[in-house]
C-alpha cells in the first residue's frame, strides 16, 4: 500500500477531521487553504464530507513543499478536530479506540485501520494500514496518547518502528512502538 493513494475513489473523509491541516499548519493557514483549494476543496466545513484522495493530494502536496515534519503537526490536531466515540478514560482506551474513530471519519469503501497492541503493562504497538503518510500517524497516535497519559507516568513516546517495512518502503502498514 502506497501512502498518499487511497484505496479506492469512492472513500471519502469528514470535513472535521480536515481542518487539522488548516489548524496544523500554525502561521501559515492561507498555505494550508490555498493547498486544500487547489486540490478541489473548498469551503471547508466540519460536517461536509468530501473525497479522501483530494486530501492525501493535499497533504502529498505539503509534504513536497514545507516538508514532512509537517504532517507530523497536522496529525497532532486531529484528535482535537475530528469526531472520536465517548466514554475514553484510558490511554489504552484512547489507542484501542483509534481505528472506531477512523471509521467515524471516513466512509466509503474499504478505508484500511488502526490495529492497538498491548506489549506490556506501559507499552503497546499500533499498526496503521491506511493511505495517510507515517510522519501524520504517527502525529495522531502521539497526539492521543499525551491527552490520554496516565499520571504516574512522566512522558509518553511514539516512535515508527523502522525495521518493520512501512508504506514509504512500499509496503501495507507501519507499525509504531508507543511507550508511556
Known sequence: MK?????????????AGLLAIIEGMGIFKSK???VLSENGISDLTAE?????????????T???????NTLYSIG???PDLAVFPSGIDS???ALSSLDD???????????GYFRYEKTGEKSALMICDNPYPCAFDRGIITAVAKKF??????????????????RVKGGDYCTYIIAW
Request: proline share 3%; charged share 20%; glycine share 6%.
Open 3 to 15: 501512502q498518499f493513494t487511497a484505496f479506492s475513489a469512492s472513500i471519502e473523509a469528514k470535513g
Open 32 to 34: 494550508a487553504i490555498q
Open 48 to 60: 461536509q464530507w468530501y473525497p479522501q484522495q483530494s486530501w492525501l493530494n493535499a497533504l502529498r
Open 62 to 68: 505539503i509534504a513536497e513543499t514545507v516538508g514532512v
Open 76 to 78: 497532532m490536531k486531529v
Open 91 to 93: 490511554i489504552e482506551k
Open 101 to 111: 474513530a477512523y471509521r467515524l471519519n471516513h466512509r466509503g469503501g474499504k478505508i
Open 149 to 166: 497519559k496516565p499520571a504516574d507516568s512522566l512522558m509518553v513516546q511514539v516512535t515508527h518502528d523502522d525495521s518493520a517495512l512501512c
